[in-house]
């Protein structure tokens, strides 16, 4: 896999795991009762920029290995964990294709 693409895979993954983790202590808080607002207002700032980013990163992506903007920006924003996982696995096989 080229460099700057692995590049833009690990910090679109790293977005997403920050965003499921803002997301699981939006829902854990709840959980206990009356939550803290601070907590919330946090948890829900960390939920919308990981998730904007992960976005970002995701579109530049698909710029640099040339594909059609429109139709994956509809598919990761959208779709978003399933028009991610698609992009990924089709960025994956084609790493794999061109090693082996």
Known sequence: MKAHVKS????ALI???VAGFCLWQL???TQEGE???GLLAISGLGLIVAGSM???FMMQLVRRTGRAFWPWFIAVVIFMPIGTAVLLA???SEADATEG
């Open 15 to 17: 977005t997403l795991v």
């Open 8 to 11: 833009g895979v690990e910090y």
């Open 27 to 29: 829902i854990s808080s």
């Open 54 to 56: 992960h976005c970002v």
């Open 35 to 37: 939550p803290p607002a």
């Open 90 to 92: 089709l960025l994956l």
